[in-house]
Each structure stands twice: as structure tokens, then as C-alpha cells.
């Protein structure tokens, strides 16, 4: 179980993209975010099965795009692919 299941669970019940302040993130996450995830982009790097934080986003079908100087970061609907 990760502590990131909780930001997870939030994402799926949203549809489109929506925005957060890193605060509001972290109020969602037990134990908040990591230093890092305030001071560096790559922390919200997408599509790395290696970070649960990454899958966190990832299996709610969302990518993360920060914007660190406003401290914020929008969360975009993957475009998924029909077959």
C-alpha cells in the first residue's frame, strides 16, 4: 500500500484536467509531500513504474505537469489510444 494511494483514489473520481496548489496535494497525501517534490520538476515525472508517486497519477489515467514557481501542478487526462 502506498501513502499515495489516497491521491490516487481523489484523481479517479475527477474527469478533465484539473489544477492543485502543492499544499492541497500534500493535505491529500498522509505524511504530506517530500521536500523534493516542492524544488525539483522531475519528481513529477511521468510514466515511471519505479516511483509510486508517479504511478499514483499514472493508474488514475492523469499526468502531472508542475508549474513549481506558482506551486502548482495541473493533472491531464492521458490520450488513450482505441484499437
Excluded at 497525501?29 to 509510486?52: K, T
Aim: aromatic share 10%; with cysteine.
Amino acid at each position: 500500500m502506498s501513502k499515495y494511494n489516497a491521491l490516487r483514489d481523489h484523481l479517479r473520481c475527477r474527469t478533465g484536467e484539473v489544477g492543485y496548489t502543492l499544499k492541497e496535494i500534500s493535505d491529500l497525501v498522509p505524511g504530506g509531500l517530500p521536500p523534493s517534490a516542492y524544488r525539483y520538476e522531475a519528481w513529477w515525472a511521468n510514466g515511471d513504474p519505479s516511483h509510486p508517486h508517479s504511478r499514483s497519477w499514472g493508474d488514475a489515467g492523469f499526468t502531472a505537469h508542475p508549474d513549481l514557481a506558482r506551486g502548482t501542478v495541473r493533472f491531464v487526462p492521458e490520450q488513450r489510444t482505441s484499437q
